[in-house]
T-cell receptor
C-alpha cells in the first residue's frame, strides 16, 4: 500500500507568491492533518480533517493558510501570499480514525525568498 | 498550554548503551505514538499504544494513561538510532477528541 504522498518535495517561492502543496492520504483513511515544522516552534497543527470536514484549524494560521479536502483522497494547502517566515517543512499525515495509528508523508520543504 | 512535556531535550549515548525518554501529559490522553525523525526529515512510526507495553527489537515503550506518562526505552544503542524522537498523544475528551499533541522532541546522538 502506498503511504502518504506529498508533492512537491521542495518548493522555492518569492515573497508574495501563492503556493499550493498537495497531499494524498493513505487509501481509506478518514482523518488528515497538516503540520508545519520549524526548529524553533517544532510541530504546529495547521488543519485537521475528518471525513473531509474541517475539525480544527490552527488559529494563528487562519489568515494566509487555507487547507481543503476536495475529495477523500486528496488535500491541498494554499499559502497566499507567502512570507519569508513561512519557510519550513510542511507535513501531511493521515489515519483511519480516532484510536488508530497516524502515518506521515515525507514533507514539503518550502523556502520563501 | 503545552499538553505534553518531553524529556530530555537532548541525549548522547555511546554505542551499546541505553536510556529512556519520557513524555508527561497534563491532561487525559487516550493513546500515544512514538516517532523517530531521521536525517532526511522523515517521521518513522515506532509504536502506537492505547495502554500497556510494546517491544520491538531494542526498543520498548510503555503508556500509563492513569498516571499520564509514556516512556521509550532504547537499549544497545546503534549509530542508526541517532535522530529526533517525538511522542504524540491523542486527546481524550470533548472538543479536543482525536487531536494530536506533540512533545518538543528528544535529539539523540549515538557516539561510536
Amino acid at each position: 500500500d502506498a503511504g502518504v504522498t506529498q508533492t512537491p518535495r521542495h518548493e522555492v517561492a518569492e515573497k508574495g507568491q501563492t503556493i499550493i502543496l498537495k497531499c494524498e492520504p493513505v487509501s481509506g483513511h478518514n482523518d488528515l492533518f497538516w503540520y508545519r515544522q520549524t526548529k524553533i516552534q517544532g510541530l504546529e497543527l495547521l488543519s485537521y480533517f475528518r471525513s473531509k470536514s474541517l475539525m480544527e484549524d490552527g488559529g494563528a494560521f487562519k489568515d494566509r493558510f487555507k487547507a481543503e479536502m476536495l475529495n477523500s483522497s486528496f488535500s491541498t494547502l494554499k499559502i497566499q501570499p507567502t512570507e519569508p517566515k513561512d519557510s519550513a517543512v510542511y507535513l501531511c499525515a493521515s489515519r483511519s480514525g480516532t484510536d488508530t495509528e497516524v502515518f506521515f508523508g515525507k514533507g514539503t520543504r518550502l523556502t520563501v525568498v | 498550554g503545552d499538553q505534553v512535556e518531553q524529556s530530555p531535550s537532548a541525549l548522547s549515548l555511546h554505542e551499546g548503551t541505553g536510556s529512556a525518554l519520557r513524555c508527561n501529559f497534563t491532561t487525559t490522553m487516550r493513546a500515544v505514538q512514538w516517532f523517530q525523525q531521521n536525517s532526511r526529515g522523515s517521521l518513522i512510526n515506532l509504536f502506537y499504544l492505547a495502554s500497556g507495553t510494546k517491544e520491538n527489537g531494542r526498543l520498548k515503550s510503555t503508556f500509563n494513561s492513569k498516571e499520564s506518562y509514556s516512556t521509550l526505552h532504547i537499549r544497545d544503542a546503534q549509530l542508526e538510532d541517532s535522530g529526533t524522537y517525538f511522542c504524540a498523544a491523542e486527546a481524550g475528551r470533548g472538543s479536543a477528541l482525536g487531536r494530536l499533541h506533540f512533545g518538543a522532541g528528544t535529539q539523540l546522538i549515538v557516539i561510536p
